[in-house]
């Protein structure tokens, strides 16, 4: 049972990584914001993934209840 829940924990970890990388890649390649205040919002409906990308300037106005906010608002 444990090699079993080692599996999933890895095939998860594997899809995260993924939206990592293409969520990156966006933040690279778009070149959007000239002061550094872009938000990358990731959401993969059929693996029930929600990933907020962003540059660190932007951070500090990034609350918890903010990214609740945001989240709901994607899921639902």
């Known amino acids: 049972m444990l090699y079993f829940r080692d599996t999933k924990i890895q095939a998860i970890d594997a899809l995260l ?3 990592r990388q293409f969520a990156y890649g966006l933040l690279q390649n778009w070149n959007m914001g000239r002061c550094q ?3 990358v919002i990731l959401y993969a409906r059929d693996n029930s993934i ?10 500090p106005c ?4 903010c990214l609740v906010f945001v989240f709901n608002q994607i899921v639902h």
Do not use: K, M, Q
């Open 17 to 19: 990584n993924e939206a």
């Open 62 to 65: 990034l609350t918890l209840l």
């Open 50 to 59: 929600v990933i907020l990308f962003f540059r660190h300037a932007i951070a």
């Open 37 to 39: 205040e872009d938000i």
